[in-house]
């Protein structure tokens, strides 16, 4: 099991969740960044190494599925886990084949996107373990 400090980014435009949400994933020990945009999104992800990526789909200035969607064809892998109150199939799909690793419609049990957010990290972490 990973015991390293991990850097999550929220994606979030509403202060209160992003709030909610940077409080819980500091008390489980990572690093939190956060972004109320798309734009403001891809210049963390160009600047440093994100580990995780909660992804919020309605930003004021995109969709979030286009930069998930820029996202993966720049041929960045970094995991994603779309965090949203849009509970519209086709979004879900889309966000799958785009290689999403999990969909959360809000509201959502904080201990369940705790519990997701360890599953993922550890998992990338075995995985890139295995690679090197």
């Given amino acids: 099991m990973a015991t390293d400090v991990r850097e999550v980014l929220v994606v979030e435009d509403d202060p209160l969740i992003v709030s909610f949400m940077r409080t819980a994933l500091r008390k489980s020990g990572h690093h939190v960044h956060s972004a109320g ?71 959502f049990p904080l201990r369940d996107l705790l519990a997701l957010v360890t599953r993922v990290l550890e998992r990338s972490t075995d995985g890139a373990d295995a690679r090197h």
């Fill in 37 to 107: 945009s798309g734009e403001a999104a891809r210049e963390l992800l160009r600047d440093g190494a994100i580990d995780l990526l909660l992804l919020d789909l309605t930003l004021p200035d995109m969709d979030g599925l286009d930069l998930l969607r820029d996202l993966r064809q720049s041929g960045s892998d970094v995991p994603v886990v779309v965090v949203t109150s849009r509970s519209d199939p086709a979004d879900r799909a889309t966000a799958l084949e785009l290689g999403v690793e999990d969909y959360v419609v809000k509201p």
